[in-house]
């Protein structure tokens, strides 16, 4: 099946440790998004790719990186965490939108990020 | 400032009576309106959507009705089941061509009591 794929499911680090999580597609869609979701709160965009075109949330801290190798992978680069940052991140993926402008968006299930 | 806004945090309802979910949002620049459920440990997935050019759009069990003057749209599930009990997220587009970004309400926790 088609599908996001997100590693790992869970993620320990300490303060100030980076921290790399992973997401892979086989939708072969070329818009990848990646979100932050924090307890009880909406999913927040940090960033997306329009294939390897890379854009930045304007309030994104510079804390998060962000790397597309290929249309299949995609990386959230965390230099240094904070305990702030503990939180569900979210991967998306679209296609391009359709001639109406429309795109629904594909998610992972999530990569929950604790910091010690 | 939240632009979507799902009012109620949770929701309970007798199974085979009618869910309601609501949604406000702020921007009347918003286009284009989805909905997504999301199971515990899995993400969220796509349910229903809307653009502004429709009042309404059903999918089996599923209608969401927008009320572009009220800035309100809402989510009806008809029969509701006990497999419909999960969190359910608003999601509205700021510019549907040329940019991809939602903006996405808090949620909603629905419960349906068997």
């Known amino acids: 099946d088609a599908m996001v794929i997100q590693n790992p499911r869970y993620q320990v680090t300490q303060f100030g440790k980076p921290v790399t999580l992973s997401c892979s597609q086989t939708l072969n869609h070329n818009v990848m998004y990646w979100y932050q979701q924090k307890s009880s709160q909406a999913p927040k965009l940090l960033f997306h790719?329009?294939?390897?075109?890379?854009?930045n949330e304007a309030d994104t801290p510079d804390n998060f990186q962000s790397r597309r190798p290929n249309t299949s992978f995609c990386f959230l680069d965390i230099r240094s965490p904070g305990l702030g940052d503990a939180a569900m991140y979210l991967c998306a993926t679209s296609r391009t939108p359709n001639l109406a402008g429309y795109n629904e968006q594909f998610f992972g299930p999530g990569t929950r990020l604790t910091v010690l | 400032d939240q632009q979507v806004k799902q009012n109620s945090p949770s929701l309970s309802v007798q199974e085979g009576r009618i869910s309601i979910l609501n949604c406000d949002y702020t921007n009347s620049m918003f286009d284009y309106f989805l909905w997504y459920k999301k199971y515990p440990a899995e993400g969220p997935t796509f349910l229903i959507s809307?653009?502004?050019?429709?009042d309404k759009n059903e999918d089996g069990r599923f209608t969401v009705f927008l009320n572009k003057s009220a800035k309100h749209l809402s989510l009806h599930i008809v029969p509701s089941q006990p497999g419909d009990s999960a969190v359910y997220f608003c999601?509205?587009?700021?510019?549907?061509?040329?940019?991809?970004?939602?903006?996405f309400g808090t949620g909603t926790r629905l419960k349906v009591l068997a």
């Open positions: 999601a509205a587009s700021p510019d549907p061509s040329g940019t991809y970004k939602y903006i």
């Open positions: 790719y329009y294939d390897k075109d890379f854009n």
């Open positions: 809307i653009s502004s050019i429709k």
